[in-house]
């Protein structure tokens, strides 16, 4: 008999000042913007401890100290996907002192599921409307002191885009801090009340239970909530009388099952509430504006070609237009501008050499290295940041949903992956909205084989020397490649590591809405600033240690020729490891080795080594031609094309893996495939050429 | 219940719904998480569900319920049991 609580009672808040809220909402229902409106740019972001759901806390604007927890966009409180655990979690062991509920106000009966499973735990609680504006434009009313009533908790509407009543909901939020909990007024059907109230009392029997809010254990219980059921430690007596209880409701109804009965029981609940207090002015049936732009937008004709001219007008202005004129920008301030007066100084004031090598090849280097994605970053996710508002993401992933699901993928997989084309780096940070952690997981492992836009100059230097009049066919099949292993390899991954718990894909289709200009900046601000701390220390220091190993020997002098540097001899020792590929010399090596840094290093670190002091792209050419046959030249490209992408990208996949067993698998995967893939295709060339 | 030849089936499961038909969901024929999330998002004995269309590739479908609009897999859409509702070409 297992008598001691497995749940501890809550936490006491040791100062009055210090309170903690928590943001609970659905998915799409603007709570972004509210905490940001709630706590300005006192914000931190990271993950949940071993999860890849991300973490924001923030600091309320208010007089009093309070810390607002942002809970992911979650359905419900079951333990069915990360996110709710993560959030059920939190609100049952850390006890925030005011659980912030958003609704969104055109789409009140969905939300409101939520909100009545927050409200069974007791925790004081606010409720906020958001969007308000648009329910004026339709005409509806909510009347929301009515709702308060019901509800027993203090309604506020808002619109947060507009920043209507925002000052209100601070207000609110402290006053409810310190409130005292009260206990919720939901009135379910009598069969499903008396069942409830039956099992709560079976569960306060135990002694050490105080504090523990028994009534949302209870509807979890009868939910067959099995996550619960170990968590409570109830013995076995308990259990019986327990499933005595449930099997008793189960036969009172038709439906038969207490999954079904419980939440039928909630929409039952929840539309006599929309009844009392919401009037609308317009059937629901009729078609709104949302419908008629995705007449055309999800047109069986039109679908495609919308979707591909978006993205193409996405990568214009990203690699080529604006984003390839911010990072010429950056390289010539880098190069041009702060690189020679780095230099000049350290002449002036006759610093030694390794200094100069140490500020300018290592630090200033880096520092350029990690400076120039930020324009990538910042523009990409600049537009998918309006994609995602706007409610056109949803539609992309509806279209592209039936290629991905033979890879045990979504169609939500699909942005990531076609951002891979260009840079790594965003693609992967962009995974992170996805709704599954094993889509996640998945989607950030295949994405770099995705060509990205910096391996292009190897091919293009391959292509040149070998197969000049087929340039254009050989840079294309590298991009094909790099497609059919990302397929194969979802195929075989998703029947072996990322088996288990196939989520139905059931996705929302949010109204069309105009996105906030501000909302934008900030997400595209929030996104570069995270890069620049987390991906650029890693970045950063890399390069150093890189630009150490190639500019000292073993004896930790200087040398000017490369073959003497630890790197070089580095590369040496590893060389016979690329024997079978047919490019297993150091310099190739080294050249490979380089692509850690950045994969553009490829061909200017070759440019170093196999043009010599003579340099020139037609020295280097003709360097390549008498180091690499035609067939190594392939498996070079191909080795390159899909091994580990470069730190800036390895850096990102451990961010958002938040796991080092996660992203350790990633580069083995990663190269591994690259070396078995690079080895099939040598030899094949050898046997047909 | 075997049907007889040549009469044209019933549309028993959400995915035999065209676009344009609405039906009202009789039951869920699935267990444990996957029923969760069907309930969860709102899809549960008694609602009325109207199909809105298919995606290009025919795959998944986009339905409405509850004032609010899905996305749903046909092979997801199969487990849910539905009886046609009466009227058609109204949500």
Known sequence: ?689 | MRRKRGLSRQPDSLRDLRPGQSGVVTHLDVNGALKRRFIDMGITPGVRIYVVKEAPLGDPIEINLRGYELSIRKSDAFRIKIMLAKDVDQK
Request: glycine share 6%; aromatic share 10%; proline share 4%.
């Open chain 1, 1 to 689: 008999m297992n008598k001691t609580a497995v749940i501890q009672p809550p936490k006491k808040t040791t100062l009055r000042k210090h309170f903690t809220a928590a943001l609970l909402g659905n998915p799409n229902c603007g709570k972004t913007m509210l905490f940001n409106a709630l706590t300005g740019s006192n914000q931190y972001v990271g993950n949940w401890p071993g999860v890849t759901v991300e973490k924001k806390i923030g600091r309320l604007q208010s007089n009093l100290e309070g810390e607002l927890v942002d809970l992911p966009g979650i359905y419900s409180l079951s333990t069915y996907s990360i996110e709710e655990r993560v959030s059920r979690d939190f609100i049952l062991n850390e006890n925030p002192d005011v659980i912030i509920n958003i609704i969104d106000g055109t789409n009140i009966e969905r939300n409101l599921y939520l909100t009545l499973q927050a409200l069974e735990i007791g925790r004081p609680m606010i409720i906020v409307i958001n969007m308000m504006d648009e329910v004026k434009k339709r005409g509806d009313t909510i009347f929301c002191d009515k709702l308060s009533g019901i509800l027993g908790v203090p309604v506020i509407p808002i619109s947060a885009k507009k920043g209507e009543n925002i000052a209100l909901v601070l207000k609110e939020v402290e006053q409810a801090a310190y409130a005292r909990p009260i206990p919720p007024k939901i009135l379910y059907d009598q069969s499903t009340y008396d069942a409830i109230s039956r099992i709560t009392q079976i569960l306060a029997e135990e002694e050490n239970h105080h504090n523990i809010p028994f009534r949302f254990y209870a509807t979890k219980l009868l939910e067959d909530d099995s996550a619960c059921i170990t968590l409570l430690g109830l013995n076995s007596d308990q259990c019986f009388r327990i499933n005595r209880i449930i099997e008793e409701y189960e036969r009172e109804s038709a439906f038969g099952d207490r999954q079904t009965m419980l939440s039928d029981a909630r929409f039952c609940f929840i539309e006599q509430v929309v009844a009392k207090s919401v009037k609308r002015k317009y059937q629901q049936g009729e078609m709104t504006l949302s419908d008629k732009i995705d007449r055309i937008v999800t047109n069986r004709w039109l679908a495609y070609p919308i979707f591909f001219t978006i993205l193409f007008l996405m990568f214009m202005l990203t690699f080529q237009t604006v984003g390839a004129f911010l990072q010429d920008v950056l390289q010539t301030l880098f190069d041009n501008v702060l690189s020679p007066l780095l230099t000049s100084f350290l002449l002036s004031v006759n610093a030694p050499d390794w200094t100069q090598g140490l500020l300018v090849d290592g630090i200033l280097n880096g520092v350029g290295t990690v400076v120039s994605f930020v324009p990538l970053i910042a523009l990409l996710f600049f537009c998918l940041s309006i994609m995602e508002d706007s409610g056109y993401m949803a539609r992309a992933a509806f279209i592209m949903d039936k290629l991905f699901s033979k890879l045990g993928l979504s169609g939500q997989s699909f942005i990531p992956m076609i951002m891979g084309f260009g840079c790594s780096v965003p693609a992967i940070m962009s995974a992170r909205t996805m709704p599954s952690e094993k889509d996640r997981r998945l989607t950030i492992l295949l994405t770099p084989f995705m060509s990205c836009g910096a391996k292009l100059p190897v091919y293009g230097l391959f292509a040149a020397a070998f197969f000049p009049e087929y340039q254009g066919y050989v840079i294309f099949g590298m991009y094909l490649i790099g497609m059919v292993v990302a397929v194969l390899s979802g195929l075989l991954l998703s029947r072996i590591t990322f088996r288990g718990d196939t989520m139905p894909f059931v996705m929302e289709l949010p109204p069309y809405r105009l996105p906030s200009l501000r909302g934008t900046c900030r997400l595209t601000w929030d996104k570069a600033k995270d890069f620049l701390i987390r991906a650029g220390t890693i970045i950063f220091a890399m390069s150093i240690v890189l630009w150490f190993l190639q500019a000292f020997n073993f004896h930790l002098q200087m040398v000017t020729d490369n073959s003497q540097s630890m790197l070089a001899l580095i590369g040496a020792c590893i060389a016979p490891v690329f024997i079978p590929l047919g490019f297993g010399t150091w310099q190739a090596t080294v050249s490979v080795l380089s692509g850690f840094v950045a994969k553009e290093a490829v061909v200017s670190t070759m440019a170093v080594l196999y043009a010599g002091q003579a340099g020139g792209s037609n020295a280097l050419v003709a360097g390549v031609q008498a180091a690499f046959t035609p067939a190594s030249a392939f498996a070079m490209m191909v080795f390159v094309l899909l091994c580990a992408p470069c730190m800036a990208a390895c850096a990102t996949i451990k961010r958002e893996m938040n796991s080092w067993k996660w992203a350790l698998f990633t580069y083995a995967y990663q190269i591994g495939a690259a070396y078995i893939v690079s080895l099939l295709v040598y030899r094949i060339c050898l046997l047909l050429f």
